[in-house]
């Protein structure tokens, strides 16, 4: 069973930092194309960051990026996502997730956010205030 477990959200003031961890398992081949994604009450999903394991390439939502940076570290099972410079904005539950084909990027996995393709995990609250 696939499974992805995020941690390492909280409270934060504006400018503060955080790093949020993603813990997964299950089937090998769905940790070569992995990424977070948010969701705040009454908005859409947002992409924030992917990673392509397979050639180390990162994308970047455009309101994070310059901010955010995400990394994978597969002998410890865990992906993360450091977040700089947070603002207001950036309050929203933080989602990790796992492609199992297709392209690495995030309007794909936005686009196949369907459990036959993508899994998730429950997330994790990120607030920041003023």
């Known amino acids: 069973q696939v499974q992805l477990v995020e941690s390492g959200g909280g409270s934060v003031q504006a400018g503060g930092s955080l790093r949020l961890s993603c813990a997964y398992s299950?089937?090998?081949?769905?940790?070569?194309?992995m990424g977070w994604f948010r969701q705040a009450p009454g908005k859409e999903r947002e992409g924030v960051a992917v990673?392509?394991?397979?050639?180390?390439?990162?994308r970047y939502g455009e309101s994070v990026k310059g901010r955010f940076t995400t990394s994978k570290d597969n002998a410890k099972n865990t992906l993360y996502l450091q977040m700089n410079t947070l603002k207001p904005e950036d309050t929203a539950m933080y989602y990790c997730?796992?492609?199992?084909?297709?392209?690495?990027?995030?309007?794909?996995?936005?686009?196949?956010?369907?459990?036959?393709?993508?899994?998730w995990g429950r997330g994790t609250q990120v607030t920041v205030s003023s």
């Open positions: 299950g089937y090998t081949y769905l940790r070569y194309c």
């Open positions: 990673i392509d394991d397979t050639d180390g390439r990162t």
């Open positions: 997730a796992a492609r199992k084909s297709g392209a690495c990027n995030l309007p794909a996995f936005l686009a196949g956010w369907r459990p036959e393709n993508i899994n």
